[in-house]
């Protein structure tokens, strides 16, 4: 028998301690062991729970007790969970967790604390969908050439319901908090830091890279406006939150936007709460992973999966390396990101302003791939819809800020998005 | 370092052997050691291959050799390759294979012949997707409700090119067989064989059940025509040749058929030779996940992602049961399958026509969902065009039978499509 401790009994936990009694017979089979969840602990004691273990709100009952074989921990923030699972670790037990900002801090110091103690976390990227076994096991023969993910239901729901049903932003993000996709203050999510939290996760594992989120490019959906999504289907985008991990041949792009996306990539039709990612390998091609990212039971579905790799005696390697590379990759510095861009321009209606917008884009070495000009005007400025070729983050920031010192543009007037192919 | 023997050094064989090579140094470090393809093994040493390990046409210099530790078996076939794998498992090695007739017919054999010795197979079914260990790992909290796989890339293909094209189902099968997809024989593949072989893998790894193809409801797009396609099309499906593993009440559906997918899910957009597998789980909801099916170098990502499994020391369960279920599923006789039915009818154009049919399949207790009645004459027959709800196989064919002994319809004027949701 197995015996499990629960550090954190909300959403997740409950259904953890509830599918593990539940599902019992098929876990039992597939573990080859009874797995039995014994503790929980909760900070605030007087909360009801909906399950039936004990409940304490000492973790040490969990951590320092010999009974407890695995501990999981759902209970969020940064360091004191890392207190806790590094205590765990060092006790000799066996750790799940589905806290992708723990690991996004800390996955490098825990892999040396673990040595050859399991240290899992499938639920910590994309919910339910079992990526980081893909990852790290089902596609471990290749160099990875890319990983694009919507790995933030929360925005890709917002973003589906701007696209198809015209909704504005603020409309959208207060619906999406009254359903309970998006917390009280909802940076975490639109602000693209939890993306980027389990983007770092997946770049680990495909190149070994220990960065931070401070170390790369993130920016949010907070500026997207229904012109840009309705301007993004003209030209045969659509509007997503991305993750995107990529080797180029200076070294590994990892960067957090909202991006246009072909309406052909199969990505661009992901709608709603759901997840997908798209990995491609140097020798498997494109392989695309799909499910629900959040939800209590679809991460216990994913926590509960680790609990029973261990119980059948499997071992990571935690981050899919045994050893390090010879030759590692670096984090590309954001500035050295290449990507084709889309600006939209506000510009006063007179002439001229198109060449001086265009010859501004030359003059920084961008090559304009097509233009739009809307005639609509508000406040006597018409709106210039831009895409570029490939260039450089560098060249293509110099640019806007060149753009805006023009009187025809002027600040305020410019907004970029990336586009991805 | 591990040696690694090859046995069948063809498409897939040469991928591996050149893979381990040129990609050794990621894979190396995945796996924490080095991994060196030693041996190839063929039937015809006059054939050239190009791949620089040494080449033998005797198996047993892999098979019992002392200084090879995991066999790789791609030779194609049944029994030779069963008495070769038993023998390398006999001798202590471990074994990958992507051989799903091998596995069709003596998975059960062979897990007990293993017992710990791993026994790995993720190339067998949907070459480069690792949808074994997706099911086997990473959905195992769960009962499955339902595998619903697009498993066979060159039907894929087909279907695919007779939709967006109106190609011809000779036709296209003629092109197929040029560019190599499908072989001078086609059976196996347009047959539905080759989807069956792979569903009775996937069908065991989420409900343990030991059925044979012989066991199970197997056919294939042969009989698909154009005018199927298009009518499809107007009730707002596609066809696909799908394989279906299905949890009711009664047991487990596992079925190969084509059938009319709404144009809606996520799987009728699957095009080309490309697979996908959607898996609904009881707690985690659909998942799904879609990748390349075939081609040497996708499958051997596969074949070398169980090498660098085994390597990295991690164990099965073979099929995903460490031990039996209490109360295991049993499969369910074809006959007892319940699903929606799409009729194809050419009746003669008579008074009366309509009413016979319709009260025909009342009497058989099968109600209409649907009826399209089409004015074009052929040979002084219409085609009367219906889709049922639900009803059993049992039903749909006798009243196809009694359809058949009406005069109006006959024999050879009917064809039937079920309905996957």
Redesign the interface.
């Known amino acids: 028998m197995i015996r499990v401790g629960i550090i954190g009994v909300g959403t997740v936990g409950t259904?953890v301690a509830n599918?593990l009694q539940e599902?019992s017979?098929?876990?039992?089979?597939?573990?080859?062991?009874e797995i039995v969840p014994t503790i929980g602990v909760v900070k605030n004691l007087a909360k009801k729970r909906d399950v039936s273990i004990e409940i304490t709100d000492d973790p040490s009952r969990v951590i320092d007790n010999p009974d407890i074989d695995i501990v999981v921990e759902l209970m969020g923030g940064v360091e004191e969970p890392y207190a806790l699972v590094k205590r765990a670790l060092e006790n000799g037990k066996s750790v799940v967790t589905a806290n992708k900002a723990l690991l996004a801090y800390h996955r490098y110091d825990l892999q040396k604390i673990a040595g050859d103690l399991p240290l899992f976390y499938?639920a910590s990227v994309a919910g339910?969908?079992?990526i980081i076994?893909?990852l790290r096991?089902?596609?471990?023969?290749?160099?990875i050439e890319s990983i694009i993910g919507i790995l933030n239901g929360t925005c890709n729901y917002m973003l589906t319901k701007m696209i198809q049903e015209g909704v504005s932003y603020d409309a959208v993000l207060k619906e999406a908090q009254e359903l309970g996709y998006a917390e009280a203050d909802p940076t975490f999510d639109v602000g693209g830091f939890d993306a980027a939290h389990k983007l770092l996760i997946l770049a680990s594992i495909a190149y070994?890279i220990d960065a931070k989120p401070e170390d790369i490019l993130i920016e949010g959906i907070e500026k997207i406006s229904n012109s840009d999504v309705s301007f993004a289907k003209e030209f045969g985008y659509e509007i997503k939150l991305l993750g995107v991990a990529r080797k180029s041949t200076k070294g590994v792009e990892i960067r957090v936007h909202p991006a246009l996306v072909s309406k052909k990539h199969?990505i661009a039709?992901v709608d709603g709460v759901m997840n997908a990612i798209s990995v491609v390998?140097?020798?498997?091609?494109?392989?695309?992973?799909?499910?629900?990212g959040a939800?209590g039971?679809?991460t216990?579905?994913?926590?509960?999966?680790d609990i029973?790799?261990i119980a059948?005696?499997?071992?990571?390697?935690m981050l899919?390396?045994?050893?390090?590379?010879?030759?590692g990759f670096e984090l590309l510095e954001s500035s050295e990101i290449v990507s084709k861009y889309y600006l939209k321009i506000k510009v006063l209606d007179q002439p001229g302003v198109l060449a001086a917008v265009t010859s501004t884009l030359a003059d920084g070495g961008i090559s304009i791939s097509s233009v739009l000009q809307r005639d609509s005007k508000v406040e006597n400025r018409v709106r210039l819809l831009l895409t570029t070729h490939f260039c450089k983050e560098s060249q293509i920031n110099a640019a806007i800020e060149q753009l805006k010192s023009l009187e025809s543009v002027g600040e305020g007037n410019i907004s970029m998005l990336r586009i991805v192919e």
Chains 1, 2 share one sequence.
Do not use: C, Q
């Not at 017979?25 to 062991?33: E, F």
């Not at 096991?137 to 160099?143: E, I, K, M, Q």
């Open positions: 259904s599918i599902n017979d098929i876990i039992s089979a597939r573990a080859g062991v499938e339910g969908i079992p076994g893909a096991n089902g596609l471990s023969a290749n160099h070994g199969a039709k390998g140097d020798r498997v091609g494109e392989t695309m992973f799909y499910g629900p939800g039971d679809a216990a579905s994913s926590v509960i999966a029973i790799e059948r005696g499997n071992r990571g390697p899919g390396y045994k050893k390090g590379l010879e030759s």
